[in-house]
């Protein structure tokens, strides 16, 4: 079983940065794919990034000079480098993952590390 577990989220204030992180476990377990997402109350589950073990990341438009994705596949873990901060960035982000064991293929989300931007 491939278990995804996102940590980093914070209350900050407008303009600040933060890494959020997106580790995979499970015996065996070896990350291939991380999708970050985020959502806000109210709103659609909004993709922001995505990275796979080969290939470039892709980003979405409205994020793409802000924030950048990395993965460590040592650590088995995907990282969302945000930057420059703004209030309405605040939500809840979400990381998806794709994992492989053997010829097994999982796709998992976690449950997600709140973000807050506010003065």
């Known amino acids: 079983q491939v278990q995804v577990a996102e940590s980093g989220g914070d209350l900050v204030q407008p303009g600040a940065s933060l890494t959020l992180s997106c580790i995979v476990s499970?015996?065996?377990?070896?990350?291939?794919?991380w999708n970050w997402y985020r959502q806000s109350p109210g709103k659609r589950r909004e993709w922001l990034a995505a990275?796979?073990?080969?290939?470039?990341?892709t980003y979405s438009d409205t994020i793409r000079d802000r924030f950048a994705i990395s993965i460590d596949l040592a650590r088995n873990t995907g990282y969302l480098h945000l930057t420059d901060l703004k209030p309405e960035d605040t939500a809840l982000y979400l990381c998806?993952?794709?994992?492989?064991?053997?010829?097994?293929?999982?796709?998992?989300w976690g449950q997600g590390t709140q973000v807050t931007v506010s003065s």
């Open positions: 998806n993952v794709r994992a492989e064991k053997g010829i097994t293929v999982y796709n998992q």
């Open positions: 499970g015996d065996g377990m070896r990350g291939t794919g």
């Open positions: 990275l796979a073990n080969v290939g470039s990341p």
